[in-house]
């Protein structure tokens, strides 16, 4: 890889993996529901409430208010009392979910009218297949109402620089005791292109820039797909892409990762950079026109 005259000149050898599947949000995903929630959409609302605690103290009640007042529009029916569902264990251990009951029962009762689990069906103890458009949404909603909602408090510049701060402390609390799980950016790679049995449903084009840059470029994006109906693409970078900064870091502490454009934002694609800062701390990612004609 060269830096010639701010232009990205390359010769590595360049994969398109996946396969477009029009029909990728039809598809059916098993889930635990119960699991999912408690480790998913129940457990982040019980974290940013506790940060907003403790980083703006004086918004949390507005915030708990606003939140649920958008949760009583979603909701059409009270699935919690309709199957007298005990919610001691679904909320145990999380603090402020028990202190904040109600939000988090109408949180609770949205998440299984997306699941739409059958009668005869053991929440949690069986698991069931949903469309992968409702799992998505089971957790991509509540991120958007979050947000929204912080909005709607605070102000728009204020609340998207604590949900950053939120997203970032969420994930380092997540990493803590874990090990890394790849060497280097080149193992990182190998495993991508290694044949699947069956392609998946994410199109990216891939390559090694260099011994520590890995590249790739998202051509679609389900989550995007799953929540066109929604207007904010400022909202949908955060709660889809921002997490993607500290996420990297759970494969190994010293990689770093860099984006540019997203589908998300209304680009094309997404321009996705992984350097590993042992190698080289250049963190320069490569300019639109490098990605424009970065294909096999």
């Given at each position: 890889m060269l830096l010639h005259n701010n232009y990205w000149v390359t010769k590595m050898k360049k994969y398109r993996l996946g396969v477009l599947n029009p029909k990728t949000l039809e598809k059916l995903e098993?889930?635990?529901?119960?699991?999912?929630?408690?480790?998913?959409?129940?457990?982040?609302?019980?974290?940013?409430?506790?940060?907003?605690?403790?980083r703006n103290p004086?918004?949390?009640?507005?915030?708990?208010?606003?939140?649920?007042?958008?949760?009583?529009?979603?909701?059409?029916?009270?699935?919690?009392?309709?199957?007298?569902?005990?919610?001691?264990?679904?909320?145990?251990?999380?603090?402020?979910?028990?202190?904040?009951?109600?939000?988090?029962k109408i949180s609770l009762n949205y998440y299984l009218q997306?699941?739409?689990?059958?009668?005869?069906?053991?929440?949690?103890?069986?698991?069931?297949?949903?469309?992968?458009?409702?799992?998505?949404?089971?957790?991509?909603h509540p991120r958007y109402y979050n947000l929204i909602s912080l909005i709607e408090t605070i102000g728009r510049e204020d609340a998207i620089k604590l949900y950053k701060q939120y997203v970032t402390h969420?994930?380092?609390?997540?990493?803590?005791?874990?090990?890394?799980?790849?060497?280097?950016?080149?193992?990182?790679?190998?495993?991508r292109i290694k044949p699947k049995e069956e392609p998946s449903d994410w199109v990216i084009v891939t390559a090694l820039l260099s011994e520590g840059k890995y590249a790739y470029k998202n051509e679609n994006c389900m989550w995007v797909e799953a929540l066109k109906d929604l207007p904010d693409s400022e909202i949908k970078y955060y709660i889809?892409?921002?997490?993607?900064?500290?996420?990297?870091?759970?494969?190994?502490?010293?990689?770093?990762?860099?984006?540019?454009?997203?589908?998300?934002q209304g680009d094309p694609y997404c321009s996705r950079v992984i350097h590993d800062t042992r190698v080289d701390y250049d963190l320069r990612h490569p300019p639109k026109e490098f990605w424009d004609?970065?294909?096999p």
């Open positions: 098993e889930i635990q529901p119960f699991e999912y929630a408690r480790k998913e959409p129940l457990k982040r609302l019980n974290y940013i409430l506790g940060f907003i605690k403790e004086d918004s949390l009640a507005q915030f708990v208010k606003t939140l649920e007042e958008k949760y009583k529009t979603l909701v059409k029916e009270d699935i919690i009392t309709e199957k007298k569902i005990d919610v001691k264990d679904v909320f145990a251990d999380f603090a402020f979910l028990e202190k904040y009951s109600s939000l988090a997306l699941h739409e689990i059958p009668d005869n069906v053991n929440w949690k103890k069986d698991k069931i297949k949903i469309p992968s458009r409702n799992q998505l949404l089971s957790f991509l969420y994930f380092i609390e997540g990493r803590k005791g874990r090990e890394s799980t790849v060497p280097d950016v080149k193992t990182l790679f190998e495993n889809c892409c921002y997490g993607d900064y500290e996420d990297v870091k759970f494969r190994n502490e010293n990689f770093v990762f860099t984006m540019e454009h997203t589908i998300a004609k970065f294909n």
